[in-house]
């Protein structure tokens, strides 16, 4: 099985680590619309910023996650 190391520093290392804190600061989401907007600027910077296909998928994952989790919540509660 073929593998990769990411260095410190390198674009992959750096993508990570941007995704990771756009996750650790959207991971709760709020039902509010100023919630929201941030999160498509933000998930959109990141897409722009590393510009690929992956970064986009990830951005797309990242903003499924938080609508599935406000969905589940909604149910919950009703």
Same mark, same amino acid.
């Given at each position: 099985?073929?593998?990769?190391? #990411?260095?410190?520093?390198? %674009? %992959?290392?750096?993508? #990570?680590?941007?995704?990771?804190?756009?996750?650790?600061?959207?991971?709760?989401p709020?039902?509010?619309d100023?919630?929201? %907007?941030?999160?498509?600027?933000?998930?959109?910077? #990141?897409?722009?910023?590393?510009?690929?296909? #992956?970064?986009?998928?990830?951005?797309?994952?990242?903003?499924? %996650?938080?609508?599935?989790?406000?969905?589940?919540?909604?149910?919950?509660?009703?």
């Amino acid at each position: 099985m073929a593998g990769a190391k #990411f260095a410190k520093g390198s %674009e %992959e290392w750096q993508m #990570f680590m941007d995704y990771w804190s756009l996750c650790q600061k959207y991971w709760e989401p709020e039902n509010n619309d100023a919630y929201w %907007e941030e999160v498509v600027k933000d998930t959109d910077k #990141f897409y722009k910023k590393h510009n690929s296909d #992956f970064s986009r998928a990830l951005a797309l994952a990242l903003i499924d %996650e938080l609508e599935l989790k406000i969905k589940k919540r909604r149910m919950s509660n009703e």
